[in-house]
């Protein structure tokens, strides 16, 4: 398992996707978090502002989200849980479950 934490924001869309994909060359299952609906503009180095559902998926490209989690009162944050395969993700979604 990889952590990708406040990372993908900062990449251009013609490096997200090599990068990405760099990320599950190495692990099937990757917890990446980004900043959630900032505005444009909010922080001037980020590139994809703002981020939201549809360009999340984008960004991660034909791959499954197994667990999210929106965190942070005023700078909101997405966390999520997110594996290569469809099958492995059921597998998770259960272990992660069974965390107390």
Known sequence: MITCLEVLEHLTDEEMQPFVDKLFAH??????????????????????????????????G??????????????KRLVALVTESSIAASAVADSVAAVP
Do not use: T, Y
């Open 62 to 75: 034909n791959r499954k989200v197994v667990k999210q989690k929106i965190v942070g009162r005023r700078s």
């Open 27 to 60: 692990a099937e299952h990757v917890i990446i978090s980004v900043p959630w609906r900032w505005p444009k503009g909010k922080c001037a180095n980020h590139v994809q502002d703002p981020i939201g559902r549809k360009k999340f998926l984008q960004m991660i």
